[in-house]
Nanobody
Framework: QVQLVESGGGLVQAGGSLRLSCVAS????????VGWFRQAPGKEREFVAV????????YYADSVKGRFTISRDNAKNTVYLQMNSLKPEDTAVYYC????????????????WGQGTQVTVSS
């Protein structure tokens, strides 16, 4: 069982930056793929970024590529999402999710979820 806790959300002006953290329990967390997803009011949950356990390969949604960076510190059981050049359309609840073996970018392919952290970008 893996438990995930996100933090780092908040209110920021357009063009600003935030860093989200996802802290996990579990001794084998370093082998898990960990993704970030977001959900805005009235919209479906969408993929943002993922980092695979083996080799740390990363993938990004086109909408955040070049602005967001996902990384992990396995010694701290933590995955980060550095968000730069934030836009109002980035406003959403951000969730981290984990799966033992990477299967893809769809939310239903992830087994463990955090409670979410709110990110609000003002114009």
């Amino acid at each position: 069982q893996v438990q995930l806790v996100e933090s780092g959300g908040g209110l920021v002006q357009a063009g600003g930056s935030l860093r989200l953290s996802c802290v996990a329990s579990g001794r084998t967390f370093s082998s898990y793929a960990v993704g970030w997803f977001r959900q805005a009011p009235g919209k479906e949950r969408e993929f943002v970024a993922v980092i695979r356990g083996s080799g740390g390969i990363t993938y990004y949604a086109d909408s955040v590529k070049g602005r967001f960076t996902i990384s992990r510190d396995n010694a701290k059981n933590t995955v980060y999402l550095q968000m730069n050049s934030l836009k109002p359309e980035d406003t959403a609840v951000y969730y981290c999710a984990a799966v033992r073996t990477y299967r893809g970018r769809n939310y239903y392919e992830y087994d463990y979820w955090g409670q979410g952290t709110q990110v609000t970008v003002s114009s």
